[in-house]
């Protein structure tokens, strides 16, 4: 009994003191890649970062692909409130059983960018390209040719769509944040085509304020600023970091790419369980235009989450905190083969 006792405290302490594994860093390099506008880049690079170990089983891996949004890159996971939730010990998708893989999109992050030299004269990509390079890094750099789950938020999300339609068998689950499945048009295309005019004028400053804006949450930001002094301050710092660490080209080629985004047509492709998830104080995603209920109802084992809101929700940046989502995204996930992992 003094043995079992003690091995039983040698495994609790062991989970205790379990802990995520560190992110690994690399690059993987396409060779004479064809963009679809006819433009060939001699070398693209794709940064990605995994985090875990790689599995394989009879019927595809432990894989989970996880896709940042416009501007953003894989950095914006690795936090507390994200990384910190779901691929902690314990956590959904625990990376000591699942493998996680965080790309930097074409144009974006460590990846290929307009930034890097090239400029106006850098490859004009769009969804359809971000999504094929995503494809071209699992199969051909990772040796991945199923994935337990994709994720994405944002741009993200709306690429989590096409993988749905443009590979069926791919995944065990489709998991889309702050999206919708349709053409970009209306007030979403307005403020783009806004930004791109005033990044095309190279008046950056206007078009983060636009983007800013977008991404606002009205809540949040009134507990931030309760007051006038408050808010001047709050948005003059936010201009000022964010006009440190944006560059116009990148910026302007990152909006102007989700012009050959329209998944609608072919919705009825999505083959695998698919849990959408928006926030109701989401200024890109409103839920007023119906969207979301419509389109649901044309994917074989599509789900919708609308989360009120709350205290909790962030706007659009609902997408990246967990503790908001997570126990709904669980209970979906139980229901699909890749809660094998788990």
Known sequence: MRH??????????FAVHAQTPAPVEADFLVKDFHFASGEVMPEARIHYATIGTLRKTAHGTNAVLVLHGTGGSLKQFLNDHFSGVLFAPGGLLDANRYFIVIPDNIGHGK??????G???????YG???????QHRLLSEGLGIDHLAVVMGTSMGGMQTWMWGERWPDAADALVPLASAPAQIAGRNRIWRKMMIDDLQRNDLPAALQILILVGSSPLQWQKAAPA?????RWIAEQMKSRTATNDVDDLLYAIESSRDYDPAPQLDRIAAPLLAIN????????????????A????????????????????????TWAPVWEKQLREFLDGTTAAAWR
């Open 111 to 116: 990846s290929s960018k307009p930034s890097d």
């Open 4 to 13: 079992l006792a003690a091995l039983a405290l040698l495994v609790f302490a």
């Open 118 to 124: 090239l400029r106006a004269k850098f490859p004009h």
């Open 279 to 294: 926030s109701a104080d989401d200024f890109i995603n409103p839920p007023e235009l119906g969207i979301m209920e419509s």
């Open 296 to 319: 649901i109802k044309r994917v074989k084992h599509g789900r919708y989450l609308l989360l009120p809101i709350s205290d909790a929700t962030r706007g659009h940046g609902t997408h």
């Open 228 to 232: 006038r002094d408050d808010a001047d």
């Open 127 to 133: 969804y359809n390209d971000m999504v094929e390079l």
